[in-house]
């Protein structure tokens, strides 16, 4: 944190900063707080009620109530003030799920090998994000969804005037994941056919997805390498979200110019991503952080500037990006045309 010396605690709480998470991480997969949603329990009740000893179950218990994730009086343990739509399953605004996206086991084996990334100046590890069919993306594109909503609504809004006038809207999907911006435009635009362009193993979960949209009639299979693969089209709106920076300028504007060609002359393309600004690290810290996952876990992946992103879009022949902030995210919608 900018202006705040580095003290003895500071440090110490950031060493052991895994450890919450390995809390957080291990109360959400066990179901400590769906069972705590039924009211105040001993940890001889919970332990019980989940089938583990009761001397873990206490110890964990106790560390959950020292970190704010349960509360602890006269021996029994209930949920804090707050957690009840977060963490536990059923809720809608659930976000339990997320330690299988945030705190996988994949990003951690990724990062332990960090020091050997900053030598290599990218990853080294043997099955990384670029991995074709790597399982990691899978629970991305299951568990996902809930960040994702508030930024697919910002695209579904930002294309809305433009799209109530077009008979077509054939919308191609890059690198979809869930599926869920592609899926909310076709909720949105009732002539919307989405073509939905991932590896095999993850297109499985944008059909759930799509189901519980009510559009999976709507919804088409490009499976594959999205810099292989034959695209189709022409489309209307071409997506390309959260996938850029898994690469270099140079390779990125690659994608965009393999694209380019499958969009109608008067279609748009979207981009969605971190972007780096001018600020000082300190001020705007999550990109930063983001780019370290990103050396760790890709070759020559990191957040990109909002400049880099203009300038691929327009060696990719694409012209006048919109930039739309997403609030209360760190996420930047980028809305542009063909220049031709
Ligand atoms: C961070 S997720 C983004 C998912 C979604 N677009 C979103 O905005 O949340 C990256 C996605 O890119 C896919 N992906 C990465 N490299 C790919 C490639 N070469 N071809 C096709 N899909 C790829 C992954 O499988 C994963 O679903």
């Given at each position: 944190m900018k202006g705040v010396a580095i003290s003895r605690e500071s440090l110490f709480g950031m060493m052991q900063a895994y450890k919450v998470t390995s809390l957080l991480k291990t109360a959400v997969s066990m179901g400590v707080f769906d069972h705590l949603a039924a009211g105040p329990a001993s940890a001889d009740t919970v332990a019980r009620g989940l089938g583990c000893a009761p001397r873990g179950m206490r110890i964990l218990l106790n560390a959950l109530a020292a970190v704010g994730l349960a509360e602890e009086r006269d021996g029994h343990y209930a949920l804090p003030p707050g957690a009840e739509p977060l963490l536990v399953s059923g809720s809608p605004a659930y976000l339990g799920d997320m330690v299988k996206v945030m705190s996988s086991d994949w990003e951690w084996d990724a990062l332990k090998r960090l020091d050997d990334a900053v030598r290599r100046g990218g990853t080294v590890m043997?099955?990384?994000?670029?991995?074709?069919?790597?399982e990691y993306w899978e629970d991305f594109a299951a568990y996902a969804v809930a960040v994702a909503r508030p930024t697919a609504d910002v695209v579904a809004d930002a294309l809305k005037s433009w799209a109530s006038g077009r008979d077509t809207m054939d919308v191609l999907d890059v690198a979809?994941?869930?599926g869920l911006y592609g899926l909310t435009l076709a909720q949105r635009n009732p002539q919307a056919q989405v073509w939905a362009l991932d590896w095999p193993n993850v297109l499985t979960q944008v059909d759930r997805h799509a189901d519980q949209a009510g559009v999976a009639d709507r919804v088409h299979h490009v499976p594959g390498d999205m810099f292989e693969v034959p695209l189709g089209g022409p489309y209307d709106v071409i997506l390309v979200t959260n996938?850029?920076?898994?690469?270099?300028e140079e390779k990125a504007g690659e994608l965009l110019a393999r694209l380019a060609p499958a969009l109608r002359p008067d279609g748009k393309i979207v981009l969605v991503g971190f972007t780096l600004g001018d600020e000082n690290p300190a001020d705007d810290p999550a990109p930063h952080l983001f780019s370290i996952l990103m050396l760790a876990w890709t070759f020559e992946g990191e957040v990109h500037s909002i400049e880099a992103y203009d300038r691929m879009l327009t060696r990719a022949g694409f012209t006048g990006g919109r930039r739309h902030d997403v609030p209360g995210l760190a996420f930047r919608v980028l809305v542009a045309s063909r220049s031709e």
């Amino acid at each position: 944190m900018k202006g705040v010396a580095i003290s003895r605690e500071s440090l110490f709480g950031m060493m052991q900063a895994y450890k919450v998470t390995s809390l957080l991480k291990t109360a959400v997969s066990m179901g400590v707080f769906d069972h705590l949603a039924a009211g105040p329990a001993s940890a001889d009740t919970v332990a019980r009620g989940l089938g583990c000893a009761p001397r873990g179950m206490r110890i964990l218990l106790n560390a959950l109530a020292a970190v704010g994730l349960a509360e602890e009086r006269d021996g029994h343990y209930a949920l804090p003030p707050g957690a009840e739509p977060l963490l536990v399953s059923g809720s809608p605004a659930y976000l339990g799920d997320m330690v299988k996206v945030m705190s996988s086991d994949w990003e951690w084996d990724a990062l332990k090998r960090l020091d050997d990334a900053v030598r290599r100046g990218g990853t080294v590890m043997e099955v990384h994000a670029e991995t074709p069919g790597y399982e990691y993306w899978e629970d991305f594109a299951a568990y996902a969804v809930a960040v994702a909503r508030p930024t697919a609504d910002v695209v579904a809004d930002a294309l809305k005037s433009w799209a109530s006038g077009r008979d077509t809207m054939d919308v191609l999907d890059v690198a979809c994941g869930h599926g869920l911006y592609g899926l909310t435009l076709a909720q949105r635009n009732p002539q919307a056919q989405v073509w939905a362009l991932d590896w095999p193993n993850v297109l499985t979960q944008v059909d759930r997805h799509a189901d519980q949209a009510g559009v999976a009639d709507r919804v088409h299979h490009v499976p594959g390498d999205m810099f292989e693969v034959p695209l189709g089209g022409p489309y209307d709106v071409i997506l390309v979200t959260n996938v850029l920076h898994h690469f270099s300028e140079e390779k990125a504007g690659e994608l965009l110019a393999r694209l380019a060609p499958a969009l109608r002359p008067d279609g748009k393309i979207v981009l969605v991503g971190f972007t780096l600004g001018d600020e000082n690290p300190a001020d705007d810290p999550a990109p930063h952080l983001f780019s370290i996952l990103m050396l760790a876990w890709t070759f020559e992946g990191e957040v990109h500037s909002i400049e880099a992103y203009d300038r691929m879009l327009t060696r990719a022949g694409f012209t006048g990006g919109r930039r739309h902030d997403v609030p209360g995210l760190a996420f930047r919608v980028l809305v542009a045309s063909r220049s031709e």
